[in-house]
């Protein structure tokens, strides 16, 4: 998934991390590059990634927002530039 660059990870690692959930990033950031190639090419809008993790052992609803960001010049079509916008978790014992 070569072709997707999320512009502001260190935002969503930050949020991560505040919940103990550091050690997710990757996992949420390729399923979020995997959503992405499953969205129409042209379109620019915002998305809502959902997933279900068990962490220690406690089943964790994460559900992170991004937004695609328009390429003003051109220049990379090939490309697809994420935002991350933010994130809610909530638990299920």
């Known amino acids: 998934m070569n072709n997707v660059i999320l512009l502001n990870r260190s935002q969503l690692e930050e949020q991560l991390e505040s919940q103990g959930l550091l050690g997710i990033s990757e ?3 390729e399923r979020m ?3 992405v190639h499953h969205i129409a090419k ?3 809008e915002q998305f809502v990634l959902d997933v279900k993790m068990v962490v220690d ?3 964790k609803n994460i559900t992170a927002h991004f937004i695609f960001q328009e390429d003003d010049d051109g220049k990379y ?3 697809r530039f994420i ?3 933010d994130l809610t978790i909530t638990e299920e014992r």
Request: aromatic residues 12%; negative net charge; hydrophobic residues 45%.
């Open 83 to 85: 935002l991350f916008q």
């Open 42 to 44: 042209n379109v620019y």
């Open 33 to 35: 590059k995997e959503h």
């Open 57 to 59: 052992n406690v089943l």
């Open 27 to 29: 996992q949420l950031i």
């Open 77 to 79: 079509e090939s490309l």
